[in-house]
């Protein structure tokens, strides 16, 4: 899919992509609330606890007091976006965008809410 990214979606995607790599992650998200701040996370694989990327992400969005989103982005090599994490994006956003990117960034899909 070749859709445009405006510079706000462009910088969730670097974000997410960045905490990807950084924490060696098999994903990465970033999410933004209505203020244009953003809370990113990796995927958490613990004995005691398991987060996809975006489930954390708006996980730290709304320990910080967000109750609710703009956008979301989700950097990963699979080709879907987990239910878990998109069901955690609409239960405080139904409405937000929800940019789907591969490994290297380029653009998937974007889901609308």
Do not use: F, H, W
């Not at 965008?97 to 490994?103: D, F, K, M, Q, R």
Request: proline share 2%; aromatic share 0%; hydrophobic share 50%.
């Amino acid at each position: 899919m070749a859709e445009r990214l405006d510079a706000e979606d462009v910088k969730i995607v670097t974000l997410a992509r960045s905490s990807r790599v950084r924490s060696g992650a098999a994903e990465g998200a970033a999410v933004r609330d209505a203020d244009g701040r953003t809370y990113a996370a990796a995927t958490v694989t613990l004995p005691s606890l398991r987060l996809s990327a975006l489930q954390g992400a708006v996980a730290m969005a709304v320990s910080s007091g967000v109750t609710g989103l703009e956008a979301a982005a989700l950097v990963t090599a699979e080709s879907t976006v987990d239910s878990g994490g998109l069901a955690a994006v609409r239960d405080i956003a139904p409405a937000a965008s929800v940019i789907l990117a591969g490994i290297d960034g380029a653009v998937r899909e974007i889901l609308r809410g």
